[in-house]
């Protein structure tokens, strides 16, 4: 006879990995947290920020391509581990051109124009490529045809290195704003449920004030409060979506309490502490988990909104919602793509949580 569990987690996770939308959602959401680790290494322009502008190939559409001088940067190596995952802070200069000569002593290129007439001319002599001996060798070690997969934005920046580099952005601030909220949340949703009477009346109180504040202007009055900055954002964005936790904490308590086993451990002397850690959130913290995938969405969507205000993460770091900000009025201007694609991004990501929070709910639900 085959041997069934009855464990309540199997039985969760088996129910989670027949839905297909949960699975994938969930393997999309891996994929992006590797890109995000790793988004330096994937990137094609790894400088800090992916700032590397060439303003002569501004708003180019996807797929341009362009002849490229790579002129090596003359100071010290970095840190091999900082530059893989942090970005090069020094990095060669890259002249966008149309034609280049190959000189005695050096050689003389004409910059990129994209009307087709003759761009500036600038020479640069043998001694500037510590590669090469000759002149001759020049355009095979640093003239290349670089491709700009996602086209470039209004500075020239390469759009894929910055979607690529704007990933951490948005999953930091969901992690950490969620983090913040279940810490708040969790406890003074417990403590309400559990003690009742005027510590839950003091927390309810607080609970209601808080609900009643509009969420972006709360975020807004936080972070000019804290002051603009990346870290700032996060702490505005938990500090305000810790309401809906509290509550449903509170009344997950309030219904758990009530059970003999919790009646027991108070009879055996336990410490309200270890009741309400070790006996009653454990059995209470199922909606909260599906509340933690819908306020991930939330706090990727409001992140989004504060950079596209100019409140969120400050230029020149990547963001999202920063993309769209700078683009918005290129939709109207023949070049859509340059909101569109950031705006994709986040929807894609934003949908994701909701589809991993509807997979928990039915994997969760004792009913089915």
């Known amino acids: 006879m085959k041997y069934t569990s009855t464990s309540l ?9 027949k839905n297909f939308w949960g699975v994938f959602s969930l393997s999309f959401l891996i994929l992006c947290v590797l890109t995000a680790i790793f988004a330096y290494a994937l990137a094609p322009d790894d400088s800090k920020n992916a700032n590397q502008m060439h303003l002569s190939i501004h708003s180019k559409q996807p797929g341009f391509k362009v002849q490229m001088l790579t002129i090596p940067s003359v100071v010290e190596q970095e840190n091999g581990f900082s530059s893989f995952f942090l970005g090069k802070k020094n990095v060669a200069t890259e002249i966008p051109i149309n034609s280049f000569d190959i000189l005695s002593e050096g050689i003389a290129i004409s910059e990129y124009t994209s009307d087709g007439t003759a761009g500036l001319q600038k020479e640069y ?20 045809e670089k491709k700009f997969l996602l086209g470039t934005d209004k500075y020239g920046r390469d759009l894929l290195s910055r979607m690529l580099i704007g990933i951490r952005i948005s999953l930091a601030i969901g992690f950490v704003a969620v983090f913040i909220s279940l810490v708040i949340g969790i406890t003074l949703g417990a ?39 990346f870290w700032q954002v996060f702490i505005a964005v938990g500090l305000t979506m810790w309401v809906e936790v509290a509550r449903v904490v509170r009344g997950q308590v309030m219904s758990v309490k009530q059970m003999q086993y919790v009646t027991a451990a108070r009879a055996l002397g336990y410490t309200d502490f270890r009741i309400i850690i070790k006996h009653i959130l454990p059995n209470a913290l199922a909606p909260v988990i599906i509340i933690s995938a819908a306020n991930f969405a939330g706090a990727i969507l409001i992140e989004s909104g504060l950079s596209f205000l100019g409140i969120g993460a400050q230029p020149p770091m990547p963001s999202w919602g ?47």
Do not use: C
Request: glycine share 8%; hydrophobic share 50%; charged share 15%.
């Open 125 to 144: 002599p043998l001694s500037v490529f510590s590669k090469v001996t000759s002149s001759e060798d020049i355009p095979k070690q640093y003239i290349s």
């Open 322 to 368: 920063g993309i769209i900000k700078d683009h918005y009025s290129y939709i109207i201007l023949g070049k859509p793509y340059l909101a569109v694609i950031p705006g994709l991004a986040i929807m894609s990501l934003v949908t994701a949580f909701m589809l991993i929070g509807n997979a928990l709910r039915d994997a969760l639900d004792v009913k089915t």
């Open 9 to 17: 987690t199997k039985l969760a996770l088996r129910k989670f990995r």
């Open 191 to 229: 403590i309400a449920g559990y003690f009742g009477g005027k510590v839950d009346a003091a927390i309810m109180w607080l609970i209601n004030v808080t609900w009643s504040i509009p969420t972006l202007l709360l975020v807004i009055a936080i972070t000019l409060a804290l002051g603009k900055g």
